[in-house]
């Protein structure tokens, strides 16, 4: 299929999917085409076929005020996001741009995408790819090339004053990120196969 343009860059193909049958919460997608979204700076955000999805990505407090998932006009940005969430092969910083980005390019309005934008960027995954020592019980490991992850968080009484101040003021993401660094809590958490035996 063709590419779809919008502002903030472009899809190409569709979204086609498997419903994953299982106990549970049963939302597990599988693509069954390759699908991807190019941004403005040409960078291309792949995902494969045979990729499995499950809107893990968009935290479930905020279902209720953006919309269901897979539904709507940023069902296709969180095909995406997901992914680069599962796969974290590109800083959640990034990650989370993109999905603003891509979210714009679904048609999502400027004000909501940067409410949705803030949401994944506080509770969704977030995680570095930096070169870092990491301390854990008195010992340090060296991380190379993984993903640290990151438990983020925020008081929902400042989150939703923030997103109040986003529809008043509409401010720029830099603008965003600002706000969201002077209230956000953000605790590395050390991936359990990564502790050093003791």
């Not at 549970?24 to 190019?38: P, S, V, W």
Request: some cysteine.
């Amino acid at each position: 299929m063709g590419a779809t343009e919008m502002a903030g860059g472009r899809f190409d193909g569709q979204v086609v999917v498997t419903w994953i049958e299982h106990r549970g919460a049963d939302r597990n997608m599988q693509l069954r085409e390759h699908f991807a979204f190019i941004d403005d700076a040409g960078t291309r955000w792949d995902v494969p076929s045979g990729a499995v999805i499950d809107g893990a990505s968009i935290p479930q407090t905020f279902w209720t005020l953006f919309g269901p998932l897979f539904v709507g006009d940023y069902r296709r940005a969180s095909v995406v996001h997901d992914y680069y969430c599962d796969v974290r092969t590109r800083p959640s910083r990034d990650v989370h741009r993109m999905f603003y980005a891509a979210c714009r390019a679904g048609g999502v309005s400027l004000i909501r995408a940067k409410s949705m934008y803030a949401a994944v960027a506080v509770f969704g995954p977030n995680w570095t790819l930096d070169e870092a020592v990491v301390s854990a019980h008195g010992l340090e490991t060296f991380q190379s090339g993984r993903a640290l992850e990151l438990d983020t968080g925020m008081a929902m009484d400042d989150f939703m004053e923030l997103k109040n101040d986003i529809e008043d003021t509409d401010p720029s993401l830099a603008e965003i990120d600002a706000r969201i660094a002077r209230k956000l809590q953000v605790t590395p958490a050390i991936p359990l196969d990564t502790v050093p035996a003791m």
